[in-house]
């Protein structure tokens, strides 16, 4: 049974259709890229895993339960994460507290435990201080728990927000663009600690990006999307050398003669 099973899911906002008759399955242990155009229906897909946006057709399977219908509170609860193409960080909270709030869907302290000082929630607060220290160390920011999340520098934020995205302990995590914005050498340490995060952690990997060099370097299965619908899957060399995706990305006259160039 896949890990995740999106079958015929279908996305309208008016009369267009953002994601149309899309199945897409993961398999537990995977790393998988999605990609496309601009517009294509990546980060679509991604808000209907998530919760964010109800589906209209179709249903969205996890670990053997439907996700449809579900709050996004209620899948990161099942066990689905992310991060997001513009950095969502709390800017004005520390990195340690920016971690603790993505915690919160699996702590069991209430509001009256904190008021009464219970033995309890004190136990748990440091419990979830320790792991939120063990965190900041697993993604290269240690000694930096005590910065405000606007203070750190663009790749250092990038991984503080997958941190947070690890607090809850995904099975899956899904990364909308993770190396936007960085240069060669902050992409190319991105791309080894994804790979860390599933050989490590044993967490699932999904991604959208639009960098190709990391697209074919770290994913086992490509799925494309063009204008919401999927026009090809499989491997980084089977994409590469598909003229339908070629035809997407270079127009329909390259189609007959290019591939997607993969600088090495």
């Given amino acids: ?11 309208r906002f008016g009369g267009l259709t ?10 537990k242990g995977a790393i998988v890229s999605i990609i496309g155009p601009n517009g294509a229906g990546k980060t679509t897909f991604f808000n209907c ?9 179709g249903d969205i399977v996890f670990d053997g339960r439907s996700a449809k219908g579900r709050s996004p509170d209620q899948i990161t609860r099942m066990g689905i994460s992310r ?22 869907p699996r702590l069991h302290s209430t509001w009256l435990g904190a008021i009464f000082g219970l033995r309890s929630t004190l136990q748990e607060e440091e419990r979830a201080l320790d792991e939120a220290r063990e965190l900041l160390n697993f993604v290269g920011l240690t000694g930096k728990g005590d910065w405000l999340a606007k203070s750190l520098p663009y790749g250092d934020q990038r991984r503080l927000e997958i941190a947070r995205a690890l607090a809850s302990k995904p099975k899956l995590l899904l990364l909308d663009e993770p190396t936007a914005g960085m240069n060669p050498r902050e992409t ?8 860390q995060l599933r050989d490590e952690l044993g967490i699932t990997i999904l991604l959208i990006e639009h960098d190709m060099r ?12 063009d204008y ?3 026009i090809a899957k499989g491997t980084p060399v089977e994409i590469q050398n598909n003229p339908r995706v070629i035809e997407a990305y270079l127009g329909r006259g390259a189609a007959a003669s290019a591939t997607i160039e993969v600088a090495s």
């Fill in 1 to 11: 049974m896949p890990l995740l099973d999106a079958i015929k899911v279908t996305k």
């Fill in 18 to 27: 953002a994601v149309n008759n899309l199945s897409f399955s993961i398999e």
């Fill in 49 to 57: 895993i998530t919760g964010f946006y109800q589906i209209d057709e």
């Fill in 83 to 104: 991060t997001y193409q513009n950095i969502r960080l709390f800017a004005h909270m520390t990195a340690l507290e920016n971690i603790l709030v993505g915690m919160e």
């Fill in 188 to 195: 190319a340490h991105t791309t080894t600690f994804i790979k």
């Fill in 214 to 225: 990391v697209v074919m370097g770290i994913s086992e299965d490509i799925t494309v999307l």
């Fill in 228 to 230: 919401g619908e999927k």
